[in-house]
């Protein structure tokens, strides 16, 4: 069955950085554009980047623009966000989520658990 | 920035009919949005409910459906049941690699 596995969450002072990994299993890991997408404590959800199945494309969010990395290791399977100078307002739970593989379909398909990130001194 | 708009709040007898809406603060919803649907509940990973409008994923019940209603987006659960209690999101592409989220309805079977 198709898993999402985040991972890599934790306590981080502003300013520092981190890196999640997500990792996948079910299905075919490089026919699918991966996103990440956030949740602060108690609020809605926040789509944050996206990557295309071969990695060659990649859109972030305007929140986490030049701070933020989506990235992929096809042959491991895996999915990764590094994150910068990381702000308060950056703790959430981030999940990893798949997209969908129908051509012209904008959506995303099937979530894993969220990992929690927590930016604070 | 168009901001995409929900009820934040919904309830719903058991057996009931709802439709839950997703807007625009600028504009009308259209397919060419390819609005999607979402359930979570507290401490869980959303669930994809309906994509492109109105295309149920796998495995949802047909009690669940969507649509364009006017300049919205709707999604309808017909027959409410006790485990529909859960926030219900929507998402819009906006285009240029641009992906925007409502700010939930939390919908309450009472």
């Known amino acids: 069955q198709v898993q999402l596995v985040a991972s890599g969450g934790g306590v981080v002072q502003p300013g520092g950085s981190l890196r999640l990994s997500c990792a996948a299993s079910?299905?075919?890991?490089?026919?699918?554009?991966l996103h990440w997408v956030r949740q602060a404590p108690g609020k809605g959800l926040e789509w944050v980047a996206f990557?295309?199945?071969?990695?060659?494309?990649?859109y972030y969010a305007d929140s986490v623009k030049g701070r933020f990395t989506i990235s992929r290791d096809n042959s491991k399977n895996s999915l990764y966000l590094q994150m910068s100078s990381l702000r308060p307002e950056d703790t959430a739970v981030y999940f990893c989520?798949?997209?969908?593989?129908?051509?012209?379909?904008?959506?995303?398909?099937?979530w894993g658990q969220g990992t929690l990130v927590t930016v604070s001194s | 920035q168009t901001v995409v708009t929900q009820e934040p709040s919904f309830s719903v007898s058991p057996g009931g009919t709802v439709t839950l809406t997703c807007g625009l603060t600028?504009?009308?919803?259209?397919?060419?949005?390819?609005p999607s649907w979402y359930q979570q509940t507290p401490g869980q990973a959303p669930r994809t409910l309906i994509y492109?409008?109105?295309t149920r994923s796998s495995g949802v019940p047909d009690r669940f459906s969507g649509s364009i209603l006017g300049n919205k987006a709707a999604l309808t659960i017909t027959g409410a049941q006790a485990d529909d209690e859960s926030d219900y999101y929507c998402?819009?592409?906006?285009?240029?690699?641009?992906?925007?989220f409502g700010g939930g309805t939390k919908l309450t079977v009472l």
């Open positions: 989520a798949r997209h969908g593989v129908a051509a012209a379909t904008y959506y995303f398909d099937f």
């Open positions: 079910g299905f075919t890991f490089n026919n699918y554009g």
């Open positions: 990557i295309r199945f071969d990695g060659t494309l990649t």
């Open positions: 600028s504009g009308s919803v259209s397919t060419n949005y390819y």
């Open positions: 492109s409008t109105n």
């Open positions: 998402a819009m592409y906006m285009g240029s690699g641009v992906w925007v």
